[in-house]
């Protein structure tokens, strides 16, 4: 699977996989960033207490995983935890979206 940036944005890409495509970037009326599996199902990486602490929730609200960024002082890298069981594209799509949270930290 590859991930592409809109170079103009930083705030929206296009996951490519087995021949299929999907989208992803931040979605300022919600304050998330969003991405639509490949099966159309819109998830959200919605910005914990801590500020490089995400989850990831489905549409019905349910936490399907969690990232948790590098600290500061860099002891920590970032670690992504998976709360369910989820087929492997979208595994994959967790892990390069979590990748794109940076910019969505900076807004």
């Given at each position: 699977?590859?991930?592409?940036?809109?170079?103009?944005?930083?705030?929206?890409?296009?996951?490519?996989?087995?021949?299929?495509?999907?989208?992803?970037?931040?979605?300022?009326?919600?304050?998330?960033?969003?991405?639509?599996?490949?099966?159309?199902?819109?998830?959200?990486?919605?910005?914990?207490?801590?500020?490089?602490?995400?989850?990831?929730?489905?549409?019905?609200?349910?936490?399907?995983?969690?990232?948790?960024?590098?600290?500061?002082?860099?002891?920590?890298?970032?670690t992504v935890v998976l709360h369910?069981?989820?087929?492997?594209?979208?595994?994959?799509?967790?892990?390069?979206?979590?990748?794109?949270?940076?910019?969505?930290?900076?807004?």
């Amino acid at each position: 699977m590859t991930a592409v940036i809109d170079s103009s944005k930083k705030e929206s890409a296009q996951f490519l996989y087995q021949g299929k495509t999907t989208t992803g970037g931040f979605d300022p009326v919600r304050s998330t960033w969003a991405f639509v599996n490949f099966d159309g199902a819109r998830y959200d990486w919605v910005a914990g207490m801590m500020q490089n602490c995400w989850k990831l929730e489905d549409i019905d609200g349910k936490t399907i995983a969690q990232y948790i960024g590098m600290s500061c002082d860099r002891k920590i890298r970032g670690t992504v935890v998976l709360h369910a069981k989820v087929s492997e594209s979208l595994i994959v799509l967790i892990h390069l979206s979590a990748r794109l949270l940076k910019y969505a930290e900076s807004k």
